[in-house]
């Protein structure tokens, strides 16, 4: 809702950059997408590795006591 409100107000004060980032916000989202799915990639990779790393601390530990 506050970025539909900040819309509003620039369409009032400038119209042709309201309607140009209007325009531009897809593309511009599709341009990041690969970027966002690289993220996603590298942290699952991270969380991985990390769990590779732990595992013999975990399996030294033994069951969970409640």
Do not use: H, N, Q
Request: glycine share 6%; with cysteine.
């Amino acid at each position: 809702m506050v970025k539909f409100l900040l819309w509003c107000i620039l369409l009032a004060l400038c119209w042709p950059l309201a309607l140009l980032a209007l325009v531009l916000y897809p593309l511009v989202w599709l341009l990041l997408l690969p970027l966002r799915l690289a993220g996603v990639v590298v942290e699952g990779v991270f969380a991985l590795l990390v769990g590779l790393i732990l595992l013999p601390s975990r399996l030294l530990r033994g069951p969970c006591r409640v």
